[in-house]
């Protein structure tokens, strides 16, 4: 029996997930993603190619928003999944404490140091190791400390009297010198091989320079010596690359039956600003016999100016007057990802990362069928 071929309206309509008052509809379980019984579905190269597209945004160094279009969910979740747990990056991992006097417990402090995002020289940092941890291994012994692995950083810093302060001054950041102490206080200290890579504006350093660590007061002081590891967000969160990395599916409104005047005007307000836009009826849709604008020349009827920036929130569906003539919906293949970076890394670059830790896992699994089937 030869396979089925879906006509174009068919495989549209199964792209898009519809959205009801109550429920949700249109979401086919099938054996495989994209498979339909009774339909060829065997892998081509080239028709990926086809129907695969990428279209970016917003691409600004440390947010950018694009789209994967032609993907699988299990694909794209797959790659927020790596953006958030998988990519190696640099944070502090062991704090020496050679003198705390201040008010905050050595512990807190240390917790505190290890969640300021760090930042310096990309090359520097895809140049050194990453010692991955293997389960159940947190009590073997630390590995050697090396220019390879290891970044030393130092925090001493000590709070003092400012004499040249006025005497009705009451706030401490001038009545002290270094009463806050904060991030810009870390000063990288680089040791063999790191002098290459991490000189001028590529040095270890924090992301943001004014994230608050401590507050001091004169004769309290703080000196401690940190080293920085490098690190997944599958170990701990501090070494996650994003500060946020998600996607939602790109919305999809159908207006079926006209509608016009007030009514316009009442739909527009059903949804975020920019998604509907209001235009008069032109003389000729007014006279087209069954286009449901006739008699309404010059009037204002609802049109879809931007489903992109739609939220979905069903909105319209409350209201009698719309029963009937909208149709809300997601297209399933359709992924808006919003990708935020920490800083280390820039966000378009981070993605990148994901597409060849992906490569490396598929890689692997390849290798370990090739040895079953040995």
């Excluded at 429920?23 to 994209?34: A, E, K, M, Q």
């Excluded at 404490?97 to 990309?122: F, Y």
């Excluded at 016009?260 to 000729?284: H, M, N, Q, R, Y």
């Excluded at 009037?299 to 149709?327: I, M, W």
């Amino acid at each position: 029996m030869a396979p089925l071929v879906p006509s174009q309206e068919e495989l549209q309509r199964r792209r898009i997930i519809g959205v009801n008052a109550e429920t949700v509809t249109n979401i086919p379980s099938t054996d495989f993603p994209g498979h339909w019984p009774g339909e060829s579905h065997g892998w081509a190269l080239d028709q990926f190619k086809n129907d695969f597209k990428v279209e970016y945004h917003r691409n600004d160094p440390y947010e950018a928003s694009f789209s994967l279009i032609g993907l699988d969910a299990a694909v794209a979740n797959a790659f927020r999944r790596i953006l958030m747990a998988e990519i190696p990056t640099l944070a502090i991992e062991t704090v020496y404490v050679h003198n705390n006097t201040s008010v905050i417990q050595d512990e807190v402090l240390a917790q505190r140091l290890g969640l300021i995002p760090l930042k310096g020289s990309v090359e520097g940092i895809n140049w050194m190791q990453w010692e991955q941890k293997a389960p159940g291994d947190e009590g073997s012994a630390a590995p050697e400390l090396t220019d390879f692995n290891t970044v030393v950083m130092q925090l001493d810093i000590e709070c003092t009297q400012n004499p040249d302060v006025a005497d009705d001054e009451t706030d401490p950041r001038k009545l002290y010198n270094n009463a806050h102490v904060y991030s810009k206080h870390l000063t990288f200290t680089p040791v063999g091989r790191q002098e290459q890579f991490f000189v001028g504006d590529g040095a270890i350093r924090a992301v943001q320079p004014d994230i608050l660590i401590a507050k001091m007061r004169p004769g309290q002081k703080i000196e401690m010596e940190l080293h920085c590891v490098k690190g997944i967000g599958a170990d701990h969160a501090k070494f996650s690359p994003v500060a946020t990395a998600s996607y939602r599916l790109l919305p999809d409104i159908q207006i079926l039956r006209p509608i016009i005047g007030e009514d316009a005007k009442k739909f527009a307000k059903c949804f975020p600003k920019g998604v509907i836009g209001l235009e008069p009826v032109t003389s000729e849709e007014a006279s087209r016999a069954g286009s449901g604008y006739e008699g309404h020349a010059g009037e204002q009827k609802a049109v879809v100016k931007d489903a992109f920036n739609d939220t979905v929130s069903r909105e319209c569906l409350r209201h009698e007057e719309f029963q009937g003539k909208v149709k809300l919906g997601r297209v399933r293949d359709h992924f808006i990802f919003n990708v935020e970076s920490s800083g280390q890394f820039e966000s378009d670059t981070l993605f990148l990362e994901s597409v060849k830790v992906l490569k490396l896992k598929c890689a692997r699994w390849k290798r370990g069928l090739n040895d079953l089937m040995a």
